[in-house]
């Protein structure tokens, strides 16, 4: 099984900047993902991670240590928009694909 | 390009009537989908993975003769709530992926069921 571990809440400012770990337990890990989801939306891709290190797309950074079993995604610059869930999931070579869902960290960004 | 259409995006039904979710791929051929079901404040819970052609595999705890999943062709699989119950009330969402393997889902928009 895999075990998702991430933090319900997290409040910042307006242009601040905001990390959301996620910690993973699993057999046959096959990559990390992350994904935004707005209140009554399906969720929308960020990241992808399968190798340690750090991958940078804009405003928005996402790092994986595979011995530590750990992510986290770096939201820089807060933009009111960036108010949202944000969904840790991790597939295994022992899942065909499928991806488990940690329990997703709600975000406040307050002006 | 990787388009994830979910006809309809909001239903109402009595209880006791049976509900049927479209999931579509767009663009795309998709060998395999996800059906997915998140009640409020929580998260995806996965349902079931179908496979173009085969049967659907389904997660524990969820009945399969109640939640009954079609992959017919490579970019239409269907969610069929059977006799659908106040509890059912859910946001659910399907993804699709272009083989068994390839660790990338795209995602529907959702489809909010509320049964009465």
Redesign the interface.
Known sequence: GQNIDQPTEMTATEGAIVQINCTYQTSGF??L?WYQQHA??????LS?NVLDGLEEKGRFSSFLSRSKGYSYLLLKELQMKDSASY?CAV?STDS?????????TQVVVTP | GAVVSQHPSRVICKSGTSVKIECRSLDFQAT?M?WYRQFPK?????MA?SNEGSKATYEQGVEKDKFLINHASLTLSTLTVTSAHPEDSS?Y?CSA?T????????????T?LTVL
């Open positions: 096959n990559g993902f009554g939306e399906a969720p929308t891709f992808y969904l597939t065909w694909g499928k991806l488990q869902f940690g329990a997703g | 395999t996800f929580q998260s995806l819970m996965l993975t946001f969402i992926s083989t068994p393997f390839y660790n990338e889902q795209f995602f529907g928009p959702g909010r």
